[in-house]
């Protein structure tokens, strides 16, 4: 698909795509997540791995949008390029699945945030919940098919609208916070071994209203949850709230000049990177631990209702409800641009190619918002659908992100395009590798469990590769590409069979 010069996108338009896709549903989930897993010594720690990890994934894709112009469809192409077909596949496959995924979660976040007010919503997996939100999704459809460059210039103006709440809460924090209350909760404070508290810190906890039983039942009886442990859990949470970082790298074709294209990336991450780090530690001091543990998503809406009353609740949850939506829209058109490119390098059914007369992959929008609607149903089955959601969106995107580091990490180690250019041969080796490395950590973090869940979709999905390459007469898999096959086939197998029997709980 060509386009005009009047169809291009500006430099601030991508980097609104980064920070809208970016700034969903996980940012104002963030002091009860964080509040449940740890103190701010491992939120901070948390944070730096996160950030640098990120922030090298970020300068990766930087590079590759220099050094590889013609690579224009983000994500699955660098992995195509590197590592051959069926990866440029799974990558496109993993990409698509976790966007879809992604914005189930933000519309079980959306109920959840009515169900404060309308119990009807429950959790946000109820019957009318669902039902709500699928009016929602086909509403968005119709809008998705009359084409990106409104549906773009939408999402800038979403994306204003939704920081202002979040900048709101920022300044409010910072002028209720307490140092004395962040003392508590930074080593996991109140959650101290019996005998460890002292005095002070006693103190301190009548001064916040822990007296008697509420003073006593914050000390846990049993030995407390190790440093690593902590870090560990947040993992996943923390590959969530940054999804989206490839959002101008995906719409590079659309890019009025390539240099914005690295330049939207880095920009997007370090603002939207500011913002986390100070909603999750502003939070430690204004609520003790197990208070932030213990509230409903959005969590953001009950610290600012702590602090100035109900309008606080109302005021964020109209907030999240605005950003959500727009992060939608962001994903969505992620998600049909990945099948139309893939299509389009001949790794997904041609079908997917089809544009619209509004120049729109419309196949794509519907195979994603049919996908979409069959997870909504799934919710109602799932005790826990948001943070099921979140975090199997978090581990079917890691796939994708860590082929593009490895071929960041494949061009530094043979030299392909720095032969005139040495300066920064070294550097782009270092991000390369520090990239690859935290997309391994990141995978380890998440566990056995999600793994064997992205195995379901990545066997099966399978099909729609061996459907492409029946339509070009082309050979299915090489030796190697056979055995990774297999290897997910077999993960898909245990994956179901763990489920029906109980090992694994959705």
Not at 153 to 176: E, G, H, Q, S
Not at 221 to 233: I, K, Y
Not at 263 to 292: E, K, Q
Not at 427 to 436: M, Q, S
Request: proline share 3%; charged share 10%; with cysteine.
């Amino acid at each position: 698909m060509t386009s005009s010069s009047t169809d291009k996108l500006s430099l601030w338009s991508l980097t609104a795509l980064v920070v809208g896709s970016m700034i969903g549903a996980g940012i104002f989930s963030l002091p009860a997540t964080f509040g449940r897993a740890t103190g701010g010594f491992g939120a901070i720690i948390a944070w730096c791995i996160a950030g640098g990890g990120m922030l090298m994934l970020a300068f990766v894709f930087q590079t590759l949008a220099q050094r590889k112009p013609d690579l224009d469809s983000g994500v699955f192409i660098y992995a195509k390029a590197g590592f051959g077909q069926y990866l440029g596949f799974a990558s496109a496959l993993g990409f698509w699945a976790g966007t879809c995924i992604g914005n189930v979660s933000y519309f079980v976040l959306i109920k959840s945030t009515l169900g404060a007010f309308f119990p009807i919503f429950g959790d946000g997996n109820t019957i009318p919940a669902v039902l709500v939100a699928s009016v929602i999704l086909w509403g968005f459809h119709i809008l998705l098919l009359r084409g990106v460059k409104s549906a773009a210039a939408i999402n800038t103006i979403a994306t204003v609208a939704k920081i202002l709440p979040i900048i709101l809460f920022v300044v409010v924090l910072i002028f209720a916070f307490k140092g004395d209350m962040f003392a508590l909760n930074f080593w996991g404070a109140p959650e101290v071994a019996a005998g460890a508290a002292s005095a002070a810190d006693l103190s301190h906890l009548n001064d916040y209203g822990y007296v008697g039983h509420a003073a006593a039942a914050i000390v846990p009886t049993t030995e407390p949850e190790s440093l690593f442990s902590q870090v560990r859990s947040t993992m996943l949470v923390t590959v969530f709230v940054f999804l989206g970082i490839e959002g101008a790298s995906v719409y590079s074709r659309y890019a009025k000049e390539r240099k914005h294209v690295g330049i939207a990336t880095v920009m997007g991450f370090i603002g939207v990177l500011c913002l986390l780090v100070m909603i999750t530690m502003l939070s430690y001091g204004v609520m003790l631990r197990p208070d932030l543990a213990a509230l409903r998503q959005p969590s953001m809406a009950g610290v600012l209702e702590a602090i100035v009353g109900r309008w606080g609740a109302i005021f964020i949850s109209v907030g999240l409800i605005v950003s959500v939506l727009g992060a939608y829209l962001s994903w969505s058109l992620l998600a049909a641009e990945v099948l139309f490119s893939a299509a389009k390098s001949e790794i997904m059914p041609k079908v997917f190619a089809t544009q619209n007369v509004n120049a729109v992959p419309s196949s794509a929008v519907w195979l994603t918002n049919i996908t979409i609607q069959v997870f909504l149903i799934l919710t109602l089955f799932s005790q826990y659908a948001f943070q099921l959601a979140l975090e199997l969106t978090s581990s079917l995107t890691l796939i994708p992100y860590l082929l593009v580091g490895a071929y960041g990490l494949k061009l530094a180690l043979t030299g392909e395009t720095y032969e005139n250019d040495k300066a920064d041969h070294k550097k782009d080796l270092i991000i390369a590798v520090v990239a690859t490395f935290y997309s391994l950590l990141m995978i380890y973090a998440g566990g056995m469990k999600y793994l064997l869940l992205s195995a379901i979709i990545y066997g099966p999905g399978t099909v729609l590769y061996i459907m492409a390459k029946r339509e070009q007469h082309a050979k299915l898999f090489t030796p190697a590409e056979m055995g990774l096959f297999v290897i997910v086939m077999v993960a898909a197998v245990v994956a179901i069979y763990n489920i029906a029997t109980g090992v694994i709980t959705i």
